[in-house]
């Protein structure tokens, strides 16, 4: 009785609006619409069925072919600050812009409220699989604990697929607690989750799945029935072994596509699909962009992405969208989805940067809202005080960028069976029209230098800042607080299992249950 006087009273205030007020009726009974968000880590932009026919990937193909790509999509240029964009809404200066490795006693700011978090609020069962790479020295920085309701995969940034150890310790998880399991290819684990997960949802209660599938992260393995499908003298053995690791991807996310479809909730969802970075040097292709994973080149930082789903609009089908999105946008646009606020100020942090970009997506607009992308900002990692920004067609970036075997390449599709050209680094910086250019051929910086001079002042806006909150105060990849000599003795006697080492407040341990 009070729902039907909530929709009358509604209907009452729309009619001032010259709207139907059954229309308003119909649109409050309208289920909230389920999302997924796939991550498949260090995936290169050729590295997929569609840019590469030596590829196995038909699930993706045809979510690619019956959905939207995304032509401009921006992630962070390595695996855990694109994961915190993500899941905060934040430029990763602004959450972190670490790569943490085993043993690194912090985590992605706890003042931030994740987005399963604000899912949660709006009636959403929340789901993670795969790699969280988010902190979980302490308990309250466990994927439980930020809002999901499950949690089955692993802890750090890597592992091995085929046994679950990273570095000196098994790193396998379920809930709050080591996952046994550990001993088979993490994929298969991984899908045969996602069958309990879905087949036993009720589809009446909205769905929220974060999958951050392992595959193709380093090391390069697969199953041999996997590399099967790949006649051995067809390419080389590495690049055979991606292959193959590209293929489980696709067919775990297309188990994901088949369960909703035969669940009745394919027709209410919205599906991104999105690399985490570029590929890695010496490991995929991103032909025809420069450069690789762990630079801001477009082959970094510029992620092979698309969309799909029942609420995808049928005008945008099939079409590639050029519009530019930042994977901080997803936050607000989820938000929105779901009907609750994506507002998140507040103390110790700064605000969601992302906008929504359902406008982009449906095409009822053709450009983003953003004033500018800043890719990065002053944190050193292999070369000190990198970062990058897009403003209107132009992109600049700042610092030199070598990071490892073939950084600067223009990779191949075959990459690394054969090179492709390589071009200069960045001396200091490198401008590009990156609308004209987008694989960055020819570097203005000193060609145009009031075009240079503008761009690095719109960037250098940011050291106005509180210094302490960017990236939480830790600004080198060096000089990150690491216990991991102390947590390999220890729990080398005690279990095992990677897990939070240090205790909580008793405060703390009661938020994160």
Not at 454 to 481: F, I, N, T, V, W
Request: hydrophobic share 35%; net charge negative.
């Amino acid at each position: 009785m009070e729902a039907k006087q909530a929709c009358l009273l509604s209907a009452l205030a729309t009619l001032l609006l010259s709207l139907p007020p059954a229309e308003v009726c119909r649109a409050q009974a309208a289920p909230k619409p389920n999302i997924v968000f796939v991550y498949v880590d260090d995936w290169g932009f050729a590295d997929v069925g569609f840019r590469n026919p030596a590829i196995k990937s038909p699930n993706f193909d045809a979510l690619a072919k019956t959905g939207s790509v995304l032509q401009r999509h921006y992630v962070f240029k390595y695996c855990s600050p694109s994961r915190a964009s993500f899941l905060t809404g934040r430029w990763p200066h602004h959450a972190h812009q670490w790569n943490m490795p085993p043993g690194t006693a912090l985590g992605t700011n706890l003042n931030m409220t994740m987005l399963p978090a604000k899912l949660k609020q709006a009636g959403y069962a929340t789901h993670m699989v795969g790699k969280w790479h988010q902190g979980f020295f302490k308990s309250e920085y466990l994927p439980t604990s930020r809002g999901f309701d499950t949690m089955s995969g692993f802890l750090n940034g890597g592992e091995n697929h085929m046994t679950e150890v990273n570095s000196c310790l098994v790193d396998f998880w379920k809930a709050r607690a080591p996952d046994p399991r550990n001993g088979t290819y993490d994929a298969y684990h991984y899908r045969s989750d996602l069958v309990d997960m879905i087949t036993g949802h009720d589809a009446a209660t909205p769905f929220f799945l974060y999958l951050a599938l392992h595959n193709v992260h380093g090391p390069f393995q697969a199953p041999p029935e996997w590399q099967d499908i790949y006649p051995a003298n067809s390419t080389c053995s590495k690049r055979r072994t991606y292959q193959a690791m590209v293929s489980v991807a696709d067919n775990v996310t297309g188990t994901v596509v088949e369960l909703l479809r035969a669940k009745g909730m394919w027709d209410n969802t919205l599906m991104v699909v999105s690399a985490d970075n570029g590929g890695a040097p010496c490991g995929g292709s991103n032909h025809p962009l420069k450069g690789a994973k762990g630079t801001f080149f477009e082959g970094g930082v510029r992620s092979l992405a698309f969309v799909n789903g029942g609420l995808l609009p049928d005008g945008m089908r099939g079409k590639d969208n050029v519009g530019v999105i930042h994977v901080a946008d997803w936050y607000p646009t989820f938000c929105r989805m779901a009907g609750v606020s994506a507002d998140d100020s507040g103390p110790g942090k700064f605000p969601v940067d992302g906008v929504d970009v359902w406008p982009l997506l449906s095409g009822d607009a053709n450009r983003t809202s953003h004033e500018e992308i800043i890719l990065g900002f002053n944190f050193t990692h292999s070369n000190p005080e990198q970062g990058a920004i897009i403003v209107g067609d132009y992109k600049l970036i700042v610092g030199h960028q070598q990071d490892g075997c073939d950084s600067l390449m223009h990779t191949p599709p075959d990459y690394p069976c054969s090179k492709g050209p390589a071009l200069p680094d960045c001396d200091p910086n490198c401008l590009y029209n990156i609308q004209e250019d987008p694989t960055e051929t020819t570097d203005l910086y000193h060609s145009q230098p009031d075009v240079a001079k503008q761009l690095l002042a719109r960037y250098m806006k940011y050291a106005e800042e509180p210094r302490d909150q960017q990236d939480q105060g830790y600004h080198d990849q060096h000089k990150l607080p690491n216990a991991a000599k102390t947590a390999c003795a220890y729990f080398a006697d005690h279990g095992g299992y990677w897990q939070p080492w240090e205790k909580s407040s008793p405060r703390q341990q009661s938020d994160a249950l």
